[in-house]
């Protein structure tokens, strides 16, 4: 195990990338289909765009993350259970799975054409995973505590 550990490693942080790629575009995608009317061929378009980048690239993106990161995680002495800060990483990955699957529902009021959200909301939801991510990153690296 301890050979395929920087590989497991290195691909977590692959998977983490594209995630996070596809948890900052796509609210901006929902910022521009706000822009068109309802069943219009723009609306369409949007609306395989979003579902290609949830389905294709950020689904088994996060299924990776959530696979290499529980495989490191449960790897002898990579974490002290006693520490504080994976307790925190832990809970922002749980948030960021959660923003996730929010996306995932606002997709659905694009895709049914019933969405209420006004383009300053997805602007602000689009701030979410980039706090979260900075968070993990902190807990991580420095491991303040």
């Not at 594209?18 to 061929?41: I, K, N, Q």
């Not at 990483?89 to 209420?116: C, I, P, Q, Y």
Request: glycine share 6%.
């Amino acid at each position: 195990m301890i050979a395929l550990y920087p590989w497991i490693k290195a691909f977590h942080i692959i998977a983490v990338i594209a995630w996070m790629a596809g948890l900052l575009y796509l609210p901006r995608l929902y910022v521009y289909h706000c822009e068109v009317p309802p069943g219009s061929a723009e609306s369409e378009r949007f609306k395989v765009m979003e579902r290609r980048l949830l389905r294709q690239i950020m689904l088994p993106a996060m299924i990776a993350v959530w696979g290499f990161g529980l495989v490191l995680a449960f790897t002898p002495g990579v974490i002290d259970w006693h520490a504080g800060w994976w307790h925190v990483k832990l809970t922002a990955v749980l948030l960021m799975s959660g923003f996730h699957g929010a996306l995932s529902g606002w997709r659905r009021g694009f895709l049914e054409d019933r969405n209420t959200r006004s383009q300053r909301f997805y602007r602000i939801a689009n701030e979410v995973p980039t706090i979260l991510m900075v968070v993990i990153v902190i807990m991580v690296i420095v491991r303040p505590f």
